[in-house]
């Protein structure tokens, strides 16, 4: 249970002002999260298998399959300066 002085450490820690009349209700509606993370908590989950999506759905994918040609032969027959199959650059940095 959240008391005043834990809410006025959560408000400073979130960088939050929280009113002096907006306190109370701040403090019930919290400790109601709590509770419900605790109710949560108390559910058996041991038969149920983890699921990467709570829907049931499939993605349609391609085929993974080349489409084009190599044509680096052809790019690099037009580079100034080429060697072992890569485009060969000045200097910048020595």
Do not use: C, W
């Not at 959560?10 to 907006?22: Q, T, V």
């Not at 993974?64 to 200097?91: C, K, R």
């Amino acid at each position: 249970m959240i008391n005043d002085t834990e809410l006025k450490q959560i408000a400073n820690l979130a960088k939050l002002s929280i009113d002096a009349d907006a306190q109370n209700e701040t403090i019930k509606d919290l400790n109601a999260i709590l509770d419900l993370a605790t109710q949560l908590t108390e559910i058996n989950t041991d038969d149920i298998p983890p699921m990467a999506h709570p829907l049931h759905m499939t993605q349609r994918l391609r085929a993974d399959v080349v489409t084009e040609t190599d044509q680096s032969e052809l790019f690099q027959s037009i580079a100034p300066n080429t060697g072992n199959q890569h485009y060969l650059v000045p200097t910048v940095i020595e």
